[in-house]
């Protein structure tokens, strides 16, 4: 039997199992922990080096050795962030619509930014965070197994990896995978931008931390009894946008390659603009201004020293301060790792993958709209859309009001959601499958409520909250379609006996593969875009530019 790298003594009792130490070069960890039968998980294995002090918005770096073996079976600490959802806006007002509409000379720090904060208590959470889990079969059935690597999302702004419990995807896959979940900096840890950055230091770095685990998967999965060729990397919302990213990344060209397929479940593309735009360059004076190192000459030297508790205080309230749902420190064009806007990247088609499964839930915008706000200030679709598009001159935020005020939504409520559901999520999944051509497959969650979100508890087998629908040929169908998509990389490969119909690549037809609940019952059956729909993305890719998509 060959090794694949572990270190362990073996009897004859240990002749099927999985060894319970790996010994990575670097660090040996061992485990014989189980959070699912059949399953062994090796908890907080370092794939970096503490991003901590003088390594603030620096690159990662690999992990210094450390002596003896370490003990992987309790999870690793949080990276810096406001549980639970993080600092979504809570402006009625985008703070940056003047300086865009008037043309505002030079850089300041709008007023709304300019306000106190309490302490904030971050001991649970650390900034040396860059760690990752690794699920195994607890029985070794193959030399080398397909790999499933989970990006949590949370805005970029909020998650860990001990909040997915990525070991189900072991024991849904019948023992057939390793899976992943990884860390990544969030929120200003993690995407603080701006020339001052630029020049001290590295931009991105959440994404960077991303790209870095990909690389440790690369070099260290086999160990493990992973395959580096058959890498799968998966992510929700922000994690799903951090898919998109990392299908663009180096202008869709990366080489080598790190993943072969990508699946993305509600894919997050907020306006994301050029490092040395005025919306970060203000994010990084407000930043500065809320810490106090604006009086000094190396700003940056100063902010690597401030304490992680301030830097996630002032974070946190300068997201507060943005618009309604919206978040605020988020990936930027930073020339070299991200070098040019996404939705240019994919027009292109140059894409990294192989193959690709989307998804997107019935209704992704409502979560990030509040109903209250929106009635208590009389806020109309205009005053909506210049919040959440602040670039946008009066025609185009003319063209939004047209557009939505015509597909039979009545309530401001109703089309503010449908707006920031189809301009942030829907819309993007569309450009992304687009580039894909015949490569990609797409699925609509529309149980309802069909929430954003919502689909992580039929995703998972074991997720914090349970899913409502609990007939298991409908769970089994859902579930086997992204286990398909990584072991076989085709959604129609069946593991097993299935309710699930053919299902033709979007490229092909526009067909997708809807999960729905009705007064009927359950239902799983394909259905052609709407035509609608395509229409409203083909006006939002149109003006992507101006949103900085």
Same mark, same amino acid.
């Given at each position: 039997?060959?090794?694949?790298?572990?270190?362990?003594?073996?009897?004859?009792?240990?002749?099927?199992?999985?060894?319970?130490?790996?010994?990575?070069?670097?660090?040996?960890?061992?485990?014989?922990?189980?959070?699912?039968?059949?399953?062994?998980?090796?908890?907080?294995?370092?794939?970096?080096?503490?991003?901590?002090?003088?390594?603030?918005?620096?690159?990662?770096?690999?992990?210094?050795?450390?002596?003896?073996?370490?003990?992987?079976?309790?999870?690793?600490?949080?990276?810096?962030?406001?549980?639970?959802? =993080?600092?979504?806006?809570?402006?009625?007002?985008?703070?940056?619509?003047?300086?865009?509409?008037?043309?505002?000379?030079?850089?300041?720090?709008?007023?709304?930014?300019?306000?106190?904060?309490?302490?904030?208590?971050?001991?649970?959470?650390?900034?040396?965070?860059?760690?990752?889990?690794?699920?195994?079969?607890?029985?070794?059935?193959?030399?080398?197994?397909?790999?499933?690597?989970?990006?949590?999302?949370? =805005?970029?702004?909020?998650?860990?990896?001990?909040?997915?419990?990525?070991?189900?995807?072991?024991?849904?896959?019948?023992?057939?995978?390793?899976?992943?979940?990884?860390?990544?900096?969030?929120?200003?840890?993690?995407?603080?931008?701006?020339?001052?950055?630029?020049?001290?230091?590295?931009?991105?770095?959440?994404?960077?931390?991303?790209?870095?685990?990909?690389?440790?998967?690369?070099?260290?999965?086999?160990?493990?009894?992973?395959?580096?060729?058959?890498?799968?990397?998966?992510?929700?919302?922000?994690?799903?946008?951090?898919?998109?990213?990392?299908?663009?990344?180096?202008?869709?060209?990366?080489?080598?390659?790190?993943?072969?397929?990508?699946?993305?479940?509600?894919?997050?593309?907020?306006?994301?603009?050029?490092?040395?735009?005025?919306?970060?360059?203000?994010?990084?004076?407000?930043?500065?201004?809320?810490?106090?190192?604006?009086?000094?000459?190396?700003?940056?030297?100063?902010?690597?020293?401030?304490?992680?508790?301030?830097?996630?205080?002032?974070?946190?309230?300068?997201?507060?301060?943005?618009?309604?749902?919206?978040?605020?420190?988020?990936?930027?064009?930073?020339?070299?790792?991200?070098?040019?806007?996404?939705?240019?990247?994919?027009?292109?088609?140059?894409?990294?993958?192989?193959?690709?499964?989307?998804?997107?839930?019935?209704?992704? =915008?409502?979560?990030?709209?509040?109903?209250?706000?929106?009635?208590?200030?009389?806020?109309?679709?205009?005053?909506?859309?210049?919040?959440?598009?602040?670039?946008?001159?009066?025609?185009?935020?003319?063209?939004?009001?047209?557009?939505?005020?015509?597909?039979?939504?009545?309530?401001?409520?109703?089309?503010?959601?449908?707006?920031?559901?189809?301009?942030?999520?829907?819309?993007?999944?569309?450009?992304?499958?687009?580039?894909?051509?015949?490569?990609?497959?797409?699925?609509?969650?529309?149980?309802?409520?069909?929430?954003?979100?919502?689909?992580?508890?039929?995703?998972?087998?074991?997720?914090?909250?349970?899913?409502?629908?609990?007939?298991?040929?409908?769970?089994?169908?859902?579930?086997?379609?992204?286990?398909?998509?990584?072991?076989?990389?085709?959604?129609?490969?069946?593991?097993?006996?299935?309710?699930?119909?053919?299902?033709?690549?979007?490229?092909?037809?526009?067909?997708?593969?809807?999960?729905?609940?009705?007064?009927?019952?359950?239902?799983?059956?394909?259905?052609?875009?709407?035509?609608?729909?395509?229409?409203?993305?083909?006006?939002?890719?149109?003006?992507?530019?101006?949103?900085?998509?």
């Amino acid at each position: 039997m060959r090794s694949l790298g572990f270190v362990a003594v073996f009897s004859c009792a240990f002749a099927n199992a999985q060894p319970a130490a790996v010994d990575l070069g670097y660090a040996s960890y061992h485990s014989e922990l189980s959070l699912t039968d059949g399953v062994t998980s090796f908890l907080g294995i370092r794939y970096a080096a503490s991003p901590a002090g003088d390594q603030r918005w620096r690159a990662p770096q690999p992990p210094s050795k450390v002596p003896g073996v370490q003990n992987a079976t309790s999870p690793p600490p949080q990276c810096h962030h406001v549980p639970l959802a =993080g600092s979504p806006g809570i402006s009625t007002t985008s703070p940056f619509r003047n300086a865009y509409i008037d043309e505002l000379p030079g850089v300041c720090v709008p007023a709304p930014f300019r306000i106190s904060y309490p302490k904030v208590d971050v001991a649970p959470y650390s900034e040396d965070c860059l760690f990752l889990n690794v699920h195994v079969p607890s029985e070794w059935k193959a030399q080398s197994l397909p790999v499933i690597v989970f990006i949590h999302g949370g =805005g970029y702004d909020a998650g860990s990896a001990s909040l997915y419990p990525v070991q189900d995807f072991v024991a849904l896959s019948d023992f057939g995978v390793v899976a992943v979940g990884l860390q990544y900096r969030l929120g200003v840890f993690g995407f603080l931008s701006g020339s001052k950055v630029k020049e001290s230091g590295n931009l991105n770095v959440g994404l960077l931390d991303q790209n870095f685990a990909l690389q440790w998967i690369q070099k260290h999965i086999s160990s493990f009894g992973g395959d580096p060729a058959k890498v799968t990397i998966w992510g929700q919302s922000a994690g799903a946008g951090g898919m998109l990213q990392h299908i663009v990344a180096h202008g869709g060209n990366t080489q080598p390659p790190l993943f072969h397929t990508v699946i993305a479940n509600s894919p997050f593309l907020p306006p994301q603009y050029q490092y040395d735009d005025p919306v970060p360059e203000a994010l990084y004076s407000a930043v500065v201004s809320h810490v106090g190192c604006e009086s000094l000459d190396n700003s940056m030297m100063c902010l690597r020293g401030v304490d992680g508790a301030a830097l996630l205080a002032a974070g946190t309230y300068i997201g507060a301060s943005s618009f309604l749902g919206t978040f605020t420190f988020l990936p930027v064009v930073d020339g070299a790792f991200i070098t040019e806007r996404p939705t240019e990247t994919l027009q292109r088609g140059q894409v990294n993958g192989e193959m690709l499964l989307l998804t997107t839930n019935a209704d992704e =915008g409502a979560l990030f709209v509040n109903p209250d706000a929106l009635v208590h200030n009389n806020i109309t679709l205009h005053a909506y859309t210049r919040g959440l598009f602040p670039r946008l001159d009066p025609a185009q935020v003319e063209q939004v009001v047209k557009l939505y005020s015509n597909i039979g939504l009545g309530s401001i409520v109703d089309q503010a959601s449908e707006i920031m559901g189809d301009s942030i999520f829907v819309c993007p999944t569309y450009y992304i499958a687009a580039a894909f051509k015949l490569r990609a497959w797409k699925a609509q969650f529309a149980v309802p409520p069909g929430l954003h979100g919502q689909d992580l508890s039929y995703i998972f087998s074991t997720f914090a909250v349970p899913p409502t629908v609990t007939d298991p040929a409908f769970l089994d169908a859902f579930r086997q379609s992204f286990m398909a998509a990584a072991i076989t990389q085709n959604p129609n490969t069946r593991l097993r006996p299935s309710m699930l119909p053919p299902w033709s690549a979007w490229g092909e037809t526009q067909s997708e593969m809807r999960f729905l609940q009705s007064d009927s019952g359950l239902i799983v059956q394909p259905f052609v875009t709407d035509d609608g729909e395509l229409e409203r993305c083909e006006f939002w890719r149109s003006i992507a530019q101006v949103n900085s998509q």
